[in-house]
């Protein structure tokens, strides 16, 4: 999973207690060292269900949408299954909601030691975990009715 690795030694020691662990570190205390473990205590992304994390990305539109034209290509892109607009105090981006290929059943990540360098870079201290991403978001269009209805509101001469 995406964030702080845990050190190599607690890592390489929490791959032979529980090899089947995707990022190497057992999601129960059962036949792990006292120091291993408060290492995976004190590890939010061990305690996460779901990776929350891992099952979506976000891309910054770059300039806002201004004009009828922006916000009719925003309605054909929210028209498309897993994907939503959402503008917060950075922004505007588009939410896909898939996840990441490499996240296993147990949430894990199966390519931890070789993962992309956005995944080493992010930073847990602040998460889905702590309070869901949503709650930040100034506006949020999750399908083609709802920035429909913001679009008629903005536009009076949406429509016409």
Known sequence: MTGKAVPAVAAEE??????????????????????????IANNKCSRCPGSKCCTYITQALGAAPRSKKDFEHLLWQVSHHGISVYKDSSGWYLLIESDCSHLLPDGGCGIYQNRPQICRDY??????????????FQLHFRNYEELLSYCKKRFKSWGR
């Open 14 to 39: 929490a791959a032979q207690v529980a090899p089947e662990s995707a990022a190497g570190v057992s999601r129960t205390k059962r036949r792990t060292s006292p120091a291993l473990y408060l290492v």
């Open 123 to 136: 930073d847990n201290d602040w998460c889905e975990y702590d309070e869901p991403a949503e709650k930040g």
